[in-house]
């Protein structure tokens, strides 16, 4: 696939100014990275316009957005970092597989899993389909986000029944997404697969949801889930006291 000439100019550009403690004049950056005079202007213009770069003087350096980006990159690596041993004790000290999961491009993204040496494995479905609305933790990410975020994941969303218990439309949805945000956890109750039962809730920072805890494994709960529950919300909260910890 061709790169957009314009955005990769604009990405040296940043990293370039980025690399100097002084900032970078237009005459610098079109002297060291061989760009067009009036082309390199409309990037600066635009960068500085959208908050990626700021100018002082005939220098410009980096911008609150570009910044927010750089932080936005860091808090999410750190997290899986941060989290990894007090997953690995969790899973161990529990006996159930523990993940930590991400909401990334309308996906979820396990940043870190750890199985127990016994944990009996259940392949995953091959399908083309979403499991927000079948996975506890999707259900946690999809309740706990800003609203306007929320309807952009639901909207087109196929709800494929993976077993008899999954949820089946938007509406039946949305009243589950209502509940976890009440209670504060999910549940998936052989929803994805008919002989796994989850757990997840909500790693904090900040005032935003970032990730969500899961535990899951065969008849996990069974019948009762209280006690897996306040497990995985005291794991969520040890994950969330460490990246406060770590990142303030």
């Not at 002082?56 to 990159?73: H, L």
């Not at 970092?81 to 979820?108: C, H, M, P, W």
């Not at 259940?122 to 990410?141: E, F, M, T």
């Amino acid at each position: 696939m061709r790169s957009n000439r314009t955005v990769q100019r604009a990405l040296l550009m940043l990293q370039h100014i980025a690399d100097s403690s002084r900032g970078a004049s237009l005459s610098e950056l079109t002297e060291s990275l061989g760009l067009p005079k009036t082309s390199a202007f409309d990037i600066l213009h635009t960068m500085e316009t959208l908050h990626f770069l700021r100018k002082d003087g005939n220098a410009y350096f980096i911008g609150a957005k570009a910044k927010e980006v750089g932080d936005a990159y860091g808090k999410m690596q750190d997290i899986c970092s941060i989290a990894s041993g007090i997953l690995i004790s969790a899973s161990e000290r529990f006996n159930t597989s523990v993940s930590l999961v991400q909401y990334v491009d309308k996906q979820l993204d396990y940043c870190f899993q750890h199985h127990p040496d016994d944990a009996v494995m259940v392949a995953r479905y091959s399908s083309p389909y979403n499991i927000l609305h079948a996975a506890a933790s999707g259900k946690v990410l999809l309740a706990f986000m800003p609203e306007k975020e929320r309807e952009q994941a639901l909207d087109g969303i196929v709800l494929y029944k993976f077993t008899d218990r999954t949820l089946g439309t938007v509406e039946a949805l949305r009243g589950e997404l209502e509940r976890v945000r009440a209670q504060g956890y999910a549940l998936d109750n052989r929803e994805y697969h008919y002989l796994l039962q989850c757990v997840a809730a909500p790693v904090l920072h900040q005032g935003e949801v970032i990730a969500a805890i899961s535990f899951s494994g065969l008849n996990l709960y069974l019948n009762d889930p209280q006690e897996m529950i306040a497990h995985v919300l005291e794991t969520a909260r040890l994950v969330a006291e460490g990246m406060t910890s770590h990142l303030g």
